[in-house]
């Protein structure tokens, strides 16, 4: 991609577009707030307080021809093996009728199998009687996206209460299950692969948890049938997937099995319906209104022709509060690529890093550094116009807020303004001198801004999904695999011998630092 005709005039642009100041492009065009907003339904993506502008744009929709997105689109949805390290299609799509499933598979079965389950313990019918808490325990993957969406959707969670188990630190099952009653807990072991160590590790201690009462309160989701098996969950109370869904895009499986607990089948296939409706218009919107390509477009700009390597996530909605970190996941573990499908060194920056804090709370945290640090910090913020069931005056500051803080990223407010200001105000010259450049505000700074009606299964649906397809245009303009994390295994495997080297003393072949570290520990320890 690099050596192409299309990369270099993203790059011409950038280099004409960086001295000129957001303002400067705004005074240039009056029509560019409308020029560079689009929209598909209620769901806007406004790219106008980015530094780029039309001629810049068409450049980089230039790029994604060149790239082919539409032909690596194509074979996506038709099922090609597009991880091709694994050897597997990537077609989370078919999950919620995005796009079809590969024969032989039975995902509307097995959706029905799962949302009935769900239906059956919303209703107290499981045997053991009714259950009162949902223990899912999982992670990555099996996790993130089930707690983010349980809290995004916390209007509609009307059945047992949800809680989410991830980390191996023992605290967290057990601060987790503190207060709650084994016999009315459901345990739900999630994991694709059935051998994560976390995961089974907490399974294992959940198990002992709920003693008697394991035998009737234990379900599990996973494509490691014999796993589930193995552990000794009844077939009846195991939900199944296949390889060709991949751990971060997964929630539309029986990983959201939680999820389905706690808003019911219908909301559950309303939340299927919102990202399939975000499939077909990634499928059929031409790319120059398509607010997947748009949005990994805005993205490559910023990494690659502007030079950014992080993007802030600001959701200005409480209960978007995971949504970070969810997005870090699918952005980060997808495309925190160096090579090529082919093998070889990518020959530029790909994913960002991703971070963020619902708004206003970043406000009063990060935000200085992003409106007067030294670096540039892009920023993605989210929002919807309407509340659930919030104050409409508290949504009012929570939106005003939002956009004076693109505002104030965008257009600053220089030291001569500053002054005048003070001066206005009756500050002696010598404190406007003092103080000008420390109140003065450089602007310039990137933001785009999200916006859809109101946060209900199916727009969270359709937000997640114009997320995932994000992330896919990018990895196909980038040319790497988005679909594989090899760079996950290492840590895990080196991990496995040090357990009894912390736990027991056991000897460990390493390496110095990491020795002297295990004796520090094992030295704290026994001294504590
Ligand atoms: O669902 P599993 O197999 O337990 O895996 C959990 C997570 O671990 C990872 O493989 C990374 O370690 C993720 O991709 C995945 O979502």
């Not at 980089?60 to 689109?73: D, I, K, S, T, Y």
């Not at 030294?374 to 005003?400: E, K, N, Q, S, Y």
């Not at 010598?430 to 310039?444: K, N, V, W």
């Amino acid at each position: 991609m690099t050596t192409t005709e299309a990369w270099t005039a993203v790059h011409d642009h950038a280099a004409r577009l960086k001295p000129v100041h957001l303002r400067r492009l705004f005074a240039a065009d009056p029509g560019r707030a409308a020029a560079l907003a689009f929209a598909e339904d209620d769901l806007s993506v406004d790219l106008s307080k980015e530094k780029l502008d039309r001629a810049a744009l068409d450049a980089l929709l230039g790029l994604a021809r060149a790239a082919g997105v539409e032909a690596q689109r194509a074979a996506l949805f038709a099922g090609a093996p597009v991880n091709a390290t694994e050897g597997r299609a990537v077609l989370h799509m078919a999950l919620r009728g995005g796009a079809p499933a590969p024969a032989g598979d039975d995902v509307d079965g097995t959706r029905e199998r799962f949302l009935a389950f769900a239906e059956t313990v919303r209703a107290g019918q499981l045997p053991g009687g009714p259950v009162r808490d949902v223990v899912n325990i999982g992670i990555g993957g099996s996790d993130l996206g089930p707690a983010m969406a349980a809290r995004a959707l916390v209007p509609d969670c009307d059945g047992p209460r949800l809680h989410f188990v991830s980390n191996v630190d023992g605290a967290h099952l057990a601060d987790t299950v503190a207060g709650l009653d084994p016999a009315r807990t459901l345990v739900i072991v999630a994991s694709k692969t059935f051998t994560t160590q976390e995961t089974m590790a907490n399974a294992r201690l959940a198990r002992d948890w709920l003693g008697a009462h394991a035998a009737e309160r234990m379900a599990a989701v996973s494509t490691n049938l014999d796993g589930c098996a193995a552990f000794g969950i009844p077939q009846e109370r195991v939900f199944g997937f296949w390889d060709w869904v991949g751990g971060r895009y997964s929630l539309w499986s029986a990983i959201g099995l939680v999820l389905a607990i706690g808003i019911g089948a219908a909301r559950f296939r309303a939340f299927l319906a919102g990202a399939a409706a975000m499939d077909r218009h990634f499928r059929e919107a031409p790319l120059e209104r398509n607010l997947p390509v748009l949005l990994a477009l805005a993205g490559i700009w910023r990494r690659n022709a502007m030079g950014w390597p992080s993007v802030a996530v600001i959701p200005y909605d409480q209960r978007l509060a995971r949504l970070p970190a969810y997005l870090q996941q699918l952005d980060m573990e997808s495309n925190g690529k160096r090579v090529t499908r082919a093998g070889a060194p990518v020959g530029t920056a790909t994913g960002p890093v991703i971070w963020g804090e619902p708004g206003t709370n970043a406000q009063h945290s990060f935000f200085q550094l992003i409106h007067q640090g030294t670096d540039v910090v892009p920023v993605d913020f989210i929002a919807a116009a309407t509340p659930r069931d919030a104050d409409p005056r508290h949504h009012a500051m929570l939106l005003a807020n939002c956009l004076a803080q693109g505002q104030a990223l965008a257009f600053g407010r220089d030291t001569a303004e500053v002054e005048a200001e003070m001066a206005a105000a009756g500050a002696a010259p010598e404190a406007i001198a003092r103080l000008a450049p420390h109140r003065s505000f450089p602007g310039d700074r990137p933001s785009t801004t999200i916006l859809f009606r109101r946060l209900d299964p199916h727009a969270l649906g359709r937000l997640i999904a114009l997320f995932e397809h994000k992330v896919f245009v990018q990895g196909a303009i980038w040319g790497v695999n988005s679909y594989d994390q090899w760079g996950v295994e290492l840590g895990k495997a080196l991990a496995r011998p040090l357990i009894p080297a912390l736990a027991e003393g056991a000897a460990a072949e390493t390496d110095p630092s990491t020795r002297a570290l295990i004796d520090r520990i094992r030295a704290l320890a026994a001294g504590g």
